[in-house]
Structure formats: C-alpha cells, structure tokens
C-alpha cells in the first residue's frame, strides 16, 4: 500500500540553524501538507501546497519557514532560523482529490525536531 | 472555521461498540465532517468523513444529525488497537485538530 515516508525521523539542532525537513508523498498525489504537533499538544496546521505554490498557511507559518517540491518527488519544510520553540514533531501529508473538503489525507509517520 | 467540541476520555470494553460524539452547532452547509485518530506515536490516520448522509467504510460507521449540528462515530467491535486519540474535524479551508477523544480500550 503506498504511503507518505519522511526522513530524517530524529533532528537535532542549535538554535538558530537552518533545518530542512524531508518528505515523499504518495506519488500521484496533486496535494501536500505540512503539520506539527508540540509533545503533549494538538495536531496543528501550518501550510498547504498545491501546483507548486501555497494555498493555504496558518498564522504559525511565518517568515521563517517556506516549503518547496523540489522534484516530481520531494517536498520539503525548511526552517531557517530554528527557535527553540520549533522543536515538535512534523507531518507530511497528501491528498489527491481537489480541495479538502472532499478527500482523505494521508499522513506520514513524522520527524521529531527538537532545537538545542 | 466551525469549532467541534468532543468529550477528553471515553473507555470502552473490549469487542464492544463505541460511540464517540462531536459537536458542531456552527458548521456551515458546505462542510465536511471527518474524523481521524492518532495512534500513540503515530501520525494521523483517517478514519471516516461525510457531509449529510451515514457513511460506512471497513473501519467505522458516521452518524450525521439530521441538523448536521453534531455527529457520531461509531466503531462495531473495539479492539485494543482502536485505543487512539478520535479527531472530529468539520473543514472549511484549513484542517483544524481539536484535542480530540481519547479512547481507552479495556481488555
């Protein structure tokens, strides 16, 4: 069954590095997500990206961060200053219907960022 | 976007149903209501959605109100590995993960 992989699953990083995280959606997928959850908090919004552009972002996505595909097969989180309130968990997700309301999002199994 | 208000904790015996609530008074006509768990560890796994009608897929069965102002998950036999965190999500143009419902299976 095809799924959404995410590399590395553990970064660790100073504060104020630049950390690029990595992500391979299913691969007919036309949608793309990016979420985090801080331990013990919710699952929280930050970007999607469809036909090489955002779509849609949250009030956390903010300068410092930008997404990119890269490939036909990539898609990437960079942050470029990291904070040590950055340090959370990230999700890839992808979907392939149009908008989200009608589709179902597939999630990847996340990277753990945590900032020194 | 509407907000969803779930119960924190529900417990369940094993092999029994569970009928996981949420409640959406504020939700617009053209919203989705879908509902995902996350599974300790683990990202977030679709369970169901719908828009009016009951929904059944192999994982669960979606009860909509008639007023759509709520809904209910139902999942027909508990197993251990249904012990997760339940997210009712009602969209609009972002998904919105509220803390959910986390349902503990009893063996």
């Known amino acids: 069954e095809p799924e959404v992989t995410q590399t590395p699953s553990h970064q660790v990083t100073q504060m104020g590095q630049e950390v690029i995280l990595r992500c391979v959606p299913i691969s007919n997928h036309l949608y793309f997500y990016w979420y985090r959850q801080i331990l013990g908090q919710k699952v929280e919004f930050l970007v999607s990206?469809?036909?090489?552009?955002?779509?849609?972002k949250s009030e956390i996505f903010d300068d410092q961060f930008s997404v990119e595909r890269p490939d036909g097969s990539n898609f990437t989180l960079k942050i470029r200053s990291t904070k040590l309130e950055d340090s959370a968990m990230y999700f890839c997700a992808s979907s392939d219907l149009a908008g989200i309301n009608y589709n179902e999002q597939f999630f990847g199994p996340g990277t753990r960022l945590t900032v020194l | 976007d509407a907000k969803t208000t779930q119960p924190n904790s529900m417990e369940s015996n094993e092999e029994e149903p569970v009928h996981l609530p949420c409640n959406h008074s504020t939700i617009s006509g053209t919203d989705y209501i879908h509902w995902y768990r996350q599974l300790p560890s683990q990202g977030p796994e679709y369970v169901i959605h719908g828009l009016t009608s009951n929904v059944n897929n192999r994982m669960a069965s979606l009860a909509i109100a008639e007023d759509r102002k709520s809904s209910t998950l139902i999942l027909h036999r508990a197993t251990l590995r249904d012990a997760a965190v339940y997210y009712c999500i009602v969209t609009g143009n972002q998904f919105y993960f509220g803390t959910g419902t986390s349902l503990t299976v009893i063996p």
């Open positions: 990206f469809y036909n090489n552009e955002i779509s849609e």
